[in-house]
């Protein structure tokens, strides 16, 4: 079992910055592929990256290629995604979510746990 925390959302500008970090719970973060998905009111929750277990390996949606940088760092149990440049559309609750694979997974039907999301508000 892997308990996902999401932190670091909030309300920012058009065009500014934000990271996004989930800690997750357990002793086999390494194990796990990592991704961030996305879901604005009344839309559906959409991939945005992710990344594989040892971190050399990325893929990203590409509405957010550029712009988004996805990363982790396994010794703290911890996967960033850094989110420049942003977008009034980038506006959405923001999930981590993680599933135990080598390689890198853009659905989210593939995720075996989730976490309870952080909302990302971006002003125009």
């Known amino acids: 079992q892997v308990q996902l925390v999401e932190s670091g959302g909030g309300l920012v500008q058009a065009g500014g910055s934000l990271r996004l970090s989930c800690e997750a719970s357990?002793?086999?973060?390494?194990?796990?592929?990592m991704g961030w998905f996305r879901q604005a009111p009344g839309k559906e929750r959409d991939f945005v990256a992710s990344i594989n277990r040892s971190g050399g390996s990325t893929t990203y949606a590409d509405s957010v290629k550029g712009r988004f940088t996805i990363s982790r760092v396994n010794a703290k149990n911890t996967v960033y995604l850094q989110m420049n440049s942003l977008k009034p559309e980038d506006t959405a609750v923001y999930y981590c979510?993680?599933?135990?694979?080598?390689?890198?997974?853009?659905?989210?039907?593939?995720?075996?746990?989730w976490g309870q999301g952080t909302q990302v508000t971006v002003s125009s």
């Open positions: 979510a993680a599933v135990r694979a080598t390689m890198t997974r853009r659905l989210s039907q593939s995720y075996d746990y």
């Open positions: 357990g002793r086999t973060f390494e194990s796990y592929t």
